[in-house]
């Protein structure tokens, strides 16, 4: 059999882009196993005992609380008014569309330093400060909104409306239509923008570094915040957990709403 | 099953007059076609009828009951669309089932009216599929089942036809008329496809610029269009230009025309001194035994074109006159040939 050259190319290609890609997550839990005192390559032996490290040090332990339920919130809100946002957007502001679209997206160009502190100076302003998370929250609400208006305004954009009409036609009220044919339709972008919201939470930086509460720090900040004095495998460990907990955002998410339905 | 009335029903959108005072009744059981070109206010018009659109002004009477604000899922109307719109995340049991749920009919119902249904559109085993796993017709049927299963008193076609391939088409044709037939259930066809009308209706409605040109069964708006724009939309013409030389009571016309003189059929509005236009139809035209044909010309083949079941000749006649005729298939002459064509006056039609 004669193999084709360029089928060769795009493999070798396709191997070299995974390798990129995947390389540095390998080789953070490869890390993370190190029985080592620090965070060097090669690794002295394999172990668990920076995973202890972590699950005995209570400020990582609460990052994690802290980052799981700042992204779950921001996801649950971002979820729901990303998603009437764009059904308002695409379906009813006609001429203002252009517009409105370039607003929803704003968080998105303007740097994320940039919200962050103009969001730290409101909030001093009102005379909150970061006395408590709720800055914090409203910055990761802001920063997860577009990519549910995105996603969401996307599965609306190629969205048949005579299937609304027929379903009107057969007897269902708005409501109805909305519930029974609308929202299982655009289930696909309401989902991809969910987890793109949870995962951008879970990572973002500078906006809980400006803005988190007194005593409250998310993951980010706290992994930070360590490594400028220890330089030990529990870095690691840390990102190691957070890439497990990302894949469980994605496997919860299958298990409930299934993204096989992504496929059509 | 009812009656469908339209009262004045009036249309604009933003500037644009799409329907000037539309009136049209539906009986009971009748299938009607709108017919026209694009842009002509055929969809407008449906849409006024199954409810998404409201007219400006004017009435939509179902059965006498005014229901020109209500909302279309109080209507009462089962619509078939030119894209189906099947929903793409049910299956077709599930799609059919759409309708009969909110009318709150109990499952075991439910059940037996799908299976019927899908026995009338011969999909009998399909109720597992999902719509994206059906051929083109399939689909199409599904769609015609859904709107079938509720029952509902005016079933409504946006052109359901016009994404299927030619054969399928024809196909289509007769089974959404037989099926309409069966039921028994008034229904209104849009479509831009005049054959299509022809076949299927008991009447036609012709559409122009958002007014009803002209209302009448197939043959009346083929052989007695009202005006000139008529009959070129519904079907191939020759016009013949005259002069009328004298008329009976019974709308038989003698012409003195461009060809030389012929026999013809004119409208009560004409009368003789009158100059007018004649439709004359190429499938009205014959060779061969002319017998009992009142017009007979000498003529002269300028080209044949073979169209399978058919042939299209261009003639010239009455001094270099060119004109279209439809002839059999076995019409067997050369261009160049002499040939004699006959036509009854019954064929010749002059436009009001």
Same mark, same amino acid.
């Given at each position: ?104 997206? $704003? ?5 994320? #330093?940039? @919200?962050? +502190? /103009?969001? =730290?100076? *409101?909030?001093?302003?009102? !005379? ?108 690691? $460990? ?5 890439? #497990?907990? @990302?894949? +469980? /955002?994605? =496997?919860? *998410?299958?298990?409930?709403? !299934? ?6 | ?352």
């Amino acid at each position: 059999m004669r193999r084709d050259p360029g089928k060769l190319i795009l493999n070798v290609f396709v191997i070299a882009v995974y390798i990129f890609l995947m390389a540095p997550i390998v080789l953070i839990v490869i890390l993370s196993l190190n029985s080592g005192e620090f965070l060097l390559f090669p690794i002295e032996g394999v172990s668990l005992r920076w995973f202890g490290a972590l699950w005995n040090s209570r400020q990582f332990m609460d990052a994690i609380g802290t980052s799981f339920q700042v992204a779950a919130i921001s996801t649950f809100v971002s979820g729901i008014f990303g998603t009437l946002a764009a059904i308002y957007c695409i379906r009813f502001a006609h001429r203002m569309r252009g517009a409105l679209r370039l607003f929803m997206m $704003a968080p998105l160009l303007i740097p994320e #330093i940039l @919200t962050a +502190i /103009a969001l =730290l100076f *409101f909030m001093y302003q009102i !005379g909150i400060g970061t006395r408590y998370s709720i800055g914090l929250q409203i910055g990761h609400i802001i920063v997860t909104f577009p990519y549910v208006f995105l996603n969401v305004s996307s599965a609306l954009f190629n969205f048949d409306k005579s299937l609304e009409e027929a379903s009107r036609s057969l007897g269902a009220s708005p409501l109805m239509t909305f519930r029974r044919v609308t929202l299982p339709l655009i289930k696909p972008g309401v989902i991809t923008g969910c987890l793109f919201a949870f995962i951008i939470s879970f990572d973002i930086f500078n906006i809980s570094l400006l803005l988190k509460g007194i005593g409250t720090t998310t993951l980010p900040v706290q992994l930070f915040d360590y490594l400028r004095w220890d330089f030990d495998p529990t870095a690691a $460990a840390v990102s190691s957990l957070s890439i #497990i907990m @990302t894949l +469980i /955002a994605i =496997l919860i *998410f299958d298990r409930f709403v !299934g993204l096989r339905s992504l496929r059509f | 099953m009812s009656e469908l009335r339209l009262n004045a029903v009036r249309k604009r959108f933003g500037n644009l007059e799409v329907l000037k005072a539309i009136d049209l009744t539906v009986a009971n059981g009748e299938f009607v076609s709108l017919l026209g070109p694009s842009g002509c206010g055929k969809t407008t018009t449906l849409r006024c009828i199954a409810g998404f659109e409201f007219p400006a002004d004017g009435q939509i009477l179902f059965d006498g009951v005014d229901l020109t604000q209500t909302a279309p899922e109080k209507r009462d109307i089962g619509m078939v669309f030119q894209s189906y719109a099947l929903f793409p995340h049910l299956t077709v049991q599930e799609n059919l089932s759409f309708g009969l749920e909110m009318r709150n009919i109990p499952e075991p119902e439910r059940k037996r009216r799908i299976a019927d249904v899908l026995g009338m559109v011969q999909l009998v085993g399909f109720e597992e599929r999902f719509p994206r796993e059906l051929s083109g017709g399939q689909q199409q049927r599904v769609a015609l089942a859904r709107a079938l299963v509720i029952e509902p008193s005016v079933l409504l076609l946006d052109e359901p036809l016009a994404n299927l391939d030619a054969a399928l088409r024809d196909d289509m044709r007769f089974f959404i008329r037989d099926l309409q037939q069966r039921v028994g259930i008034t229904a209104i066809y849009v479509t831009h496809d005049q054959s299509e009308a022809i076949v299927m209706s008991d009447r036609i409605v012709v559409m122009f610029d958002g007014e009803i040109a002209q209302v009448g069964s197939p043959k009346e708006i083929h052989d007695r269009p009202i005006s000139k724009r008529v009959a070129e939309f519904v079907g191939k013409s020759n016009f013949l230009k005259g002069k009328v030389e004298s008329r009976r009571t019974d709308g038989a016309v003698m012409l003195a025309a461009e060809i030389g003189p012929i026999h013809a059929t004119a409208p009560a509005t004409t009368s003789a001194g009158d100059t007018v236009e004649c439709l004359l139809r190429p499938e009205s035209m014959r060779t061969g035994a002319l017998d009992g044909l009142e017009n007979q010309f000498p003529a002269r083949v300028e080209d044949i074109i073979f169209l399978g079941n058919s042939v299209s000749v261009h003639l010239t006649i009455g001094g270099g006159h060119r004109i279209l005729a439809l002839l059999p298939a076995d019409f067997l002459a050369v261009p160049g040939d002499e040939v004699h064509i006959g036509f009854s006056a019954a064929n010749v039609w002059c436009l009001p």
